[in-house]
């Protein structure tokens, strides 16, 4: 029994040690969201992320705004988040792709920022993303779902919308 242990905890230090080795120091990404059922449907999102030395894991942060103006002084809301993403398996093909799966979990806040300052409110933001990174070189494009939960100000109740989106972004070693 401690034998089979032990090599069960070998194998994963192993395959933790090899998902670290291939991710990148710093990355880089921009991409677009689509908001399914939002009036404003389509954002950008900025993501910036820092790889925890000797771990599967990587500090990630994101800004998401939409690309539309808001009507008549209606608040537009933006989302700034921080939090960790999980990288539990890579994949280094012999054409010189990587490719990786990604799980990303962040909190923060939304922000409706309006044209009259007692319309801006700011509000809890959660958010939970998968996706799948293809990397060759520098250069990377991550297709990814995100569910975003936000409240429109404190004292309301939670909502979600799910966000298929797609980034695209540079890579430093």
């Not at 008549?72 to 990288?87: C, D, E, H, K």
């Not at 939670?158 to 980034?167: A, F, N, T």
Request: glycine content about 10%; aromatic content about 8%; hydrophobic content about 45%.
């Amino acid at each position: 029994m401690r034998k089979s242990l032990a090599g069960i905890v070998l194998l994963a230090s192993a395959a933790l040690a090899q998902v670290s080795a291939s991710l990148p120091a710093y990355t880089v990404g921009v991409g677009g969201l689509w908001n399914r059922g939002a009036q404003y449907r389509y954002n950008l999102d900025i993501s910036f992320a820092v790889h925890i030395p000797n771990t599967p894991l990587l500090w990630w942060s994101d800004i998401s705004s939409p690309l539309h103006k808001g009507t008549n002084g209606q608040p537009v809301q933006s989302t700034i988040l921080t939090g960790v993403a999980y990288v539990p398996v890579c994949s280094t093909e012999s054409n010189g792709w990587t490719i990786c799966m990604v799980l990303i979990g962040e909190g923060g806040f939304s922000i409706a920022q309006a044209q009259v300052a007692s319309l801006t409110s700011v509000s809890p933001a959660l958010n939970g993303s998968i996706g799948v990174a293809f990397r060759h070189g520098s250069l990377f494009v991550m297709p990814f779902c995100k569910v975003l939960a936000t409240t429109a100000t404190v004292n309301t109740p939670l909502s979600s919308v799910v966000q298929p989106g797609l980034h695209l972004g540079y890579s430093f070693k």
